[in-house]
Each structure stands twice: as C-alpha cells, then as structure tokens.
C-alpha cells in the first residue's frame, strides 16, 4: 500500500491529538504506573512508553524533513534507543517535549 504525504500527515496529526487528551487525563501518580509488556522484557512506566512514542515519531518527522538523527542517538541501534529513557543517555525528560513534534509536523 503506498500513502501519500497528506495521508500521513493527516494521520499523524490525529494520533497527537488522540495522545494530547489521553495525556491531559494523566495524574501525577499515573506516570510511575507499569505498563503490560512481555516478561522477557524491560518494565517500562508511563513515562518510559510515552517517550518511547515521542522519540519514534520525532524521528519519523527528522526522516520526512531530510535531517539527521540526534547526535546522542547517533551509533544506538533499536534495542539501546528504546530502552526506558532514562537508559538511553537522555535525562529521562523527553516525555515532555512531545507537544513541539506535534507542532512541528510539515504540513502539506
């Protein structure tokens, strides 16, 4: 299947919105809470899943613009980049930058 790049574009702007009213309801406590993942695998919280989202679509948005991975992601194959972001050699703040990819996402 071939998509355009209204499509995605259309598409990638109605999963931020769907994300921004899903992150609205979140409460403080509910960032820390585990999220079902297979026990061969890492435990992940709230905050780790949603800056694994926020990464990949940042990247998606770096790739359509024709830019360059982040120099500290550079050289980190799949498995290191999603490890929770604390891991990933950020300061396991990266959740919160998700509303500027949204933002930034080209438009057609």
């Not at 940042?58 to 980049?81: C, K, T, W, Y």
């Amino acid at each position: 299947m071939r998509h355009t790049r209204t499509e995605v574009v259309a598409r990638t702007r109605h999963e931020f919105a769907a994300l921004d009213r899903l992150v609205a309801r979140l409460r403080p406590a509910d960032w820390t809470r585990r999220v079902p993942r297979p026990p061969t695998r890492e435990p992940w919280t709230v905050k780790d899943a949603l800056a694994h989202i926020v990464y990949w679509k940042e990247h998606s948005a770096r790739v359509f613009r024709g830019e360059r991975r982040l120099p500290e992601m550079r050289g980190l194959d799949v498995n290191q980049i999603n490890r929770p972001s604390t891991d990933a050699g950020g300061d396991g703040d990266r959740a919160s930058s998700w509303r500027g990819i949204a933002v930034s996402t080209p438009t057609c």
